[in-house]
Nanobody, 114 residues
Framework: QVHVVESGGGLVQAGGSLRLSCAAS????????MGWYRQAPGKQRELVAR???????NYADSVKDRFTISSDNAKNAVSLQMNSLKPEDTGIYYC????????WGKGTLVTVSS
């Protein structure tokens, strides 16, 4: 069984910062990609950022230069540093881990007030 657990969400004013963390545990081996997705009210889930085992990264255009994703492969962990937050960054942020199969956390709520 695999567990993916996020932490670090909360309420912040526009322009502020938050750091999200995620750790995968259990019967999981050979993680290829770890990433963050978000879902705003009434919208579809979208990719925010992901990091590959090789260290390569992808970012949504809307968060480039504001968010930074990093990983600790030894700990099966990934973090997302979010700076200069905007109200449109509000949503539930989900951690995604790909290791043969696709694993998801339950999500953590980020609310950015204007």
């Amino acid at each position: 069984q695999v567990h993916v657990v996020e932490s670090g969400g909360g309420l912040v004013q526009a322009g502020g910062s938050l750091r999200l963390s995620c750790a995968a545990s259990g019967n999981i081996f050979g993680i290829n990609v770890m990433g963050w997705y978000r879902q705003a009210p009434g919208k579809q889930r979208e990719l925010v950022a992901r990091i590959f085992k090789s260290g390569g990264t992808n970012y949504a255009d809307s968060v480039k230069d504001r968010f930074t994703i990093s990983s600790d492969n030894a700990k099966n962990a990934v973090s997302l540093q979010m700076n200069s937050l905007k109200p449109e960054d509000t949503g539930i942020y989900y951690c995604n881990v790909i290791s043969g199969m696709n694993y998801w956390g339950k999500g953590t709520l980020v609310t950015v007030s204007s």
